[in-house]
């Protein structure tokens, strides 16, 4: 289960509402790449185009990824085709550190076919993604950073989903440990403290969160 709601993850909420990177939609639930039905959408891209918010959650981000890995331990940071690989920059350029950005699939013949960008053998890199749903889609990074001769520990997104089971596990199984600045329940508080969304449809999230398997299940989406 999620942290409870932190001042960095509502404040991180608060921008991604105020640039409306947000959707709610419970009366026209989408559908995850995962195959999860959801009231609620973020596009956490939006960001590249307003430099306030950009800023202040990269710097939220560093703050964080500091406290928690310490960036005297990483030696290069790598960011996940396509949504990954802004964020990667913007945090390699603020903490002087090499940037490195993955494929999805391997373009060309050698170790490092998926793989743009150099480092040595052994060193440590950090894993950027803009977001999590239930974490299996980062198996193919890491992986790939892995294969190349990389040691991957810790995974950065900028929001987790915080809701679909599986999660923990896929991490557990890839050894890295998940760090994120907010999560739907961040996302909630601060659209139930703002006016940003009527009340019929902050109703619908939070009856979504309260149980998201059977939700999904309810709307179409995978269930239980």
């Given at each position: 289960m999620p942290n409870l709601p932190s001042a960095a993850g509502l404040e991180t909420a608060r921008w991604l509402l105020d640039i409306k990177?947000?959707?709610?939609?419970?009366?026209?639930?989408?559908?995850?790449?995962?195959?999860?039905?959801?009231?609620?959408?973020?596009?956490?891209?939006?960001?590249?185009?307003?430099?306030?918010?950009?800023?202040?959650i990269v710097q939220l981000a560093c703050e964080k990824l500091d406290r928690e890995v310490g960036f005297e331990t990483i030696d290069a940071v790598a960011g996940g085709e396509t949504a990954g690989i802004p964020y990667a920059a913007w945090i390699a350029e603020a903490q002087s550190k090499?940037?490195?950005?993955?494929?999805?699939?391997?373009?060309?013949?050698?170790?490092?076919?998926?793989?743009?960008?150099?480092?040595?053998?052994?060193?440590?890199?950090?894993?950027?993604?803009?977001?999590?749903?239930?974490?299996?889609?980062?198996?193919?990074?890491?992986?790939?950073?892995?294969?190349?001769?990389?040691?991957?520990?810790?995974?950065?997104?900028v929001f987790f989903y915080g809701a679909f089971p599986g999660a923990g596990e896929s991490m557990q199984k890839m050894g890295v440990n998940l760090h994120y600045l907010a999560t739907w329940r961040d996302v909630l508080q601060a659209a139930e403290e703002g006016d940003y969304f009527n009340a019929a449809a902050i109703d619908g999230v939070r009856t979504f969160l309260d149980n998201p398997l059977a939700w999904s299940e309810k709307h179409g989406g995978r269930g239980e």
């Open positions: 990177a947000v959707n709610f939609r419970p009366e026209e639930p989408y559908t995850l790449t995962a195959g999860w039905a959801s009231p609620v959408y973020i596009d956490c891209r939006w960001v590249i185009s307003f430099p306030e918010a950009r800023r202040r090499p940037m490195l950005y993955v494929r999805k699939k391997p373009k060309g013949f050698g170790r490092n076919a998926q793989i743009e960008g150099t480092f040595k053998e052994g060193e440590r890199v950090l894993l950027v993604e803009d977001l999590a749903t239930d974490g299996g889609s980062k198996v193919t990074f890491v992986d790939a950073l892995r294969e190349a001769g990389g040691e991957v520990t810790d995974i950065f997104v």
